[in-house]
């Protein structure tokens, strides 16, 4: 059992690491490829919308990713990464 000591040090933000399977996906392709979109990125790993929408929901709220509207279509969010993945 850790100590409370060590408890107390951990970061707010859960680590990439901990985060699910399509949440990684979802970082390392916005890593290679730039800002996108939620439906380009379904596009770009084969995942379900819904799905990416929750990892992109997860990185967000992690701190991982930042969305902006887009000013081509305001109906669409620009999705980009916020901080490095290492």
């Known amino acids: 059992m850790p100590d409370q000591s060590s408890l107390s040090t951990q970061a707010p933000s859960t680590a990439l690491h901990d985060l699910p399977p399509s949440a990684k996906l979802v970082a390392k392709t916005l890593e290679y490829e730039g800002d996108s979109t939620q439906s380009a990125l379904a596009e770009s790993t084969l995942?379900?919308?819904?799905?990416?929408?929750?990892?992109?929901?997860?990185?967000?709220?992690?701190?991982?990713?930042?969305?902006?509207?887009?000013?081509?279509?305001?109906?669409?969010?620009?999705?980009?990464l916020e901080a490095d993945l290492d």
């Open 47 to 80: 995942l379900p919308v819904r799905t990416v929408r929750y990892a992109l929901t997860q990185l967000e709220e992690n701190g991982f990713v930042e969305s902006r509207i887009s000013f081509m279509d305001a109906r669409q969010r620009i999705y980009s």
